[in-house]
């Protein structure tokens, strides 16, 4: 003996695929609306070598970032105007390590966030 129920759903199906598209739509608005709460900033600068009264952007030079508590941040290879950037560094003390062509031709301690890094190479 099988039994057949006739009995009718409570919402009709097109309010509950309406008010599940709404539901997936705030909750979608919410995520991307509320601020994130860690600070991560970008680090930047530029490189350039001076002999004597001239100075002339290093380009394609390697601009590594480390960390001691993460380690390796990651490369930076500057442009023709001897830029390079950092996105999303968090705050904190990092060494800057300048390789060109196989040596390494500066290093010094820098803190994120700070200005615009200028670097100047003699000779």
Request: proline content about 7%; glycine content about 10%.
């Amino acid at each position: 003996m099988s039994v057949v129920s006739t009995a009718k759903p409570i919402l009709p199906r097109r309010l509950i695929k309406r008010v599940s598209l709404l539901a997936y739509c705030v909750l979608f608005l919410t995520i991307n609306v509320l601020p994130t709460t860690a600070q991560v900033v970008s680090f930047s600068g530029s490189l350039y070598r001076t002999n004597g009264a001239q100075s002339m952007p290093i380009s394609n030079a390697q601009v590594g970032l480390f960390s001691t508590g993460t380690g390796w941040i990651g490369p930076s290879i500057t442009d023709s105007y001897g830029r390079y950037a950092f996105f999303n560094v968090p705050p904190g003390q990092y060494l800057l390590r300048v390789n060109f062509n196989g040596v390494i031709i500066w290093t010094e301690g820098v803190y994120v966030p700070g200005a615009n890094h200028i670097i100047v190479v003699r000779g």
